[in-house]
């Protein structure tokens, strides 16, 4: 039987994908990848008809062979700092070396033609393909789906009798706003395993060379009082993260700042500073 390794989300576009393999007489393992940015990551269970295999990015060694990707993608990046192309290169690249130890005949994906703007054109992926050098299939693209609508996907799911998980939340790497944060730490190289779930929260701060993370609310207050430099937040008064012992004082500054009722004059001393 031909083995296939299908690069694996767990979404829609994915269960279509396991459906239209095994229909071509495919046995199908699915790899995941739980990727540093993503917003609210939902790691797929083994299911009974699938094997299912997860590679986790947020943890190092891989961890930091991705931030090398962000700090210098060769093919550009989207409206953020999300180098799309890269990033697919790098789990097929993963998934390349994966299909060569357990001998699989092809890669497949569940990309659809038009559906994001920088990745899945046709011209990103005769770029990926040159990069990877194995079989790569994209049986919903040679199925005729293309486009960012869903219907015919949800068609084809009621007609197999599929069942599928609402979308996820998507990449923090694709939006504007956190990019100038994000971009000056990678080059401060302060993204590491502990450090990467601040990125994504917060309001953030650097003050004579110390980075400051000041919580929005109860959820991001109890991730930052983890970390041993960090003041708690009591009523009114966010937790602050800081990476260096020193900023202790300004920590509480900024804490009295950011504290229910406080004036805007006082946070705007802050504001110029902010990343
Ligand atoms: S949106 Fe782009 S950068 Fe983000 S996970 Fe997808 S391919 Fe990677």
């Known amino acids: 039987m031909k083995k296939a390794l299908l ?34 990551r939902i790691t797929p269970k083994k299911t009974n008809n699938l094997n299912l295999t997860i590679i986790d990015i947020t943890k190092e060694p891989l961890l930091s062979e991705y931030l090398s990707i962000l700090k210098k993608p060769k093919f550009g990046t989207g409206a953020g700092i999300n180098p799309c192309i890269d990033c697919k290169i790098f789990m097929l690249k993963k998934a390349k070396e994966y299909a060569d130890k357990h001998g699989y005949d092809i890669i497949a994906t569940g990309e659809v033609p038009g559906q994001r703007p920088m990745s899945q054109t046709n011209s990103a992926q005769t770029k990926i393909d040159a990069e990877i050098k194995f079989k790569i299939i994209r049986p919903l693209a040679d199925a005729g789906f293309s486009g960012r609508s869903r219907k015919k996907q949800i068609e084809l799911a009621k007609k ?9 939340g998507g990449c923090f790497l694709c939006e504007k706003e956190p990019s100038t944060r ?25 003050i004579d060379d110390i980075w400051f993370v000041v919580a929005r609310d109860e959820t991001e207050s109890r991730l930052i009082t983890k970390f ?34 406080t004036s805007k ?5 802050f504001e110029k500073v902010k990343l």
Do not use: W
């Not at 004059?265 to 001393?269: A, G, V």
């Open 182 to 206: 994000l971009k000056t730490l990678l080059k401060k190289d302060l993204i590491n395993e502990k450090t990467l779930i601040l990125t994504m929260i917060g309001r953030h701060f650097f």
């Open 228 to 261: 041993k430099t960090s003041i708690k937040d009591v009523k009114g008064k966010p937790s602050i993260y800081y990476n260096n012992e020193k900023g202790k004082q300004k920590a509480l500054e900024l804490q009295e700042a950011y504290s229910t009722g």
């Open 160 to 168: 197999y009798k599929i069942k599928y998980p609402n979308p996820a």
């Open 7 to 40: 690069l694996y989300s767990d979404g829609l576009d994915s269960r279509l994908v396991v459906h239209l393999l095994q229909e071509q007489g495919y046995t199908v393992e699915a790899l995941y990848f739980a990727l540093p940015f993503e917003s609210k």
């Open 265 to 269: 004059e006082e946070r705007d001393k």
